[in-house]
């Protein structure tokens, strides 16, 4: 896209001069996506190009694909992946920082499979301070396998598993799982936005990253939540979803920065990033 617009250096007038304003990443693939319309995933993707580009990632960067919506974000993302069984994408991460000490160790999950089937597989290498860094795509619910309730659904909410509506009595609360992984000591940045405005959009790519740079700078741990929305899932036009993630959504998962202890500095290796925090095996 480009602009024609004078500024301090344009030509005579009546001459005019472009100025790029916006442009496609080229680690994010130019093709046709399978999300369903209004999916606030396209817009993860794009965030994470960008982020990666300005790092100069791309080249060093291993990301881990899990099972859910969120997995085919490996054909929208020019860099290598690999595919990991439901849930444990932080585990086939944590191999892969072991053998390629020098990557850049990505992964990309949804709620489903970071919150429900992956708990202790996010847990465990929270704790252990693994340098990797999750992006989690949290819409509330089980999008690809027919719209059943999550461990972040809310409570009153409709899905084909809670078809009355989450009632805590009975299913229990809503996990603010970002939140519980910021109190272990091994997570050096925890940080919580969203999808539901402009403005938000810059804040959501700005933790992005932050997240990145910590790996970068040899910290620990490190994870984004995107709130996101599930116009199908969740029985609403995209309009509508956007409008409930603005509200009762970021209501019961406030946004922010949860925790930022800072990088701890480490000798890096050939490739630009730091070595592991663990001997290798």
């Known amino acids: 896209m480009t602009l024609h617009t004078p500024g301090p250096e344009s030509p005579a007038p009546g001459a005019s001069a472009a100025r790029l304003i916006y442009a496609r ?11 369903c319309p209004g999916c606030g995933h396209g817009v993860v993707h794009r965030l994470l190009a960008e982020v990666l580009t300005e790092l100069d990632l791309p080249a060093h960067t291993i990301a881990v694909a899990p099972v859910g919506c969120a997995v085919f974000a490996y054909d929208y993302l020019d860099i290598d992946f690999v595919e990991a069984p439901h849930g444990r994408a932080p585990a086939v991460a944590t191999g892969i920082r072991r053998v390629r000490p020098e990557a850049f160790v ?5 709620d489903g499979d970071l919150a429900a089937i992956g708990t202790a597989e996010i847990v465990h290498a929270a704790a252990r301070g693994e340098r990797i860094t999750a992006i989690f795509v949290n819409n509330g619910i089980y999008g690809m396998t027919g719209g059943q309730m999550a461990p972040t659904t ?9 078809p009355f509506g989450r009632d805590a009595a009975l299913m229990g609360y809503p996990i603010r799982i970002t939140e519980m992984l910021a109190q272990l000591p ?26 990145c740079q910590v790996q970068m ?24 979803s956007i409008e409930h993630l603005k509200g009762p959504v970021v209501e019961a998962y406030p946004l ?10 480490q000798p890096t290796h050939d490739l630009g990033c730091p070595s592991p925090a663990h001997p290798e095996a």
Not at 25 to 35: A, I, K, N, Q, W
Not at 106 to 110: A, K, S
Not at 154 to 162: F, W
Request: proline share 4%.
């Open 25 to 35: 990443p080229e680690v994010l693939r130019d093709r046709s996506t399978h999300y």
């Open 106 to 110: 990505l992964t990309y999950q949804g």
């Open 154 to 162: 809310l409570l009153g909410q409709k899905t084909t598993s809670s």
């Open 186 to 211: 091994g997570v050096t940045y925890a940080a919580r936005g969203t999808i539901a405005d402009v403005g938000s959009i810059g804040k959501l790519k700005a933790m992005i990253k932050r997240a």
């Open 217 to 240: 700078e040899g910290g620990g741990f490190a994870i984004v939540e995107a709130l996101s929305n599930c116009p199908v899932g969740w029985g609403m036009t995209p309009q509508q």
């Open 256 to 265: 922010g920065v949860i925790v930022d202890r800072g990088a701890v500095a």
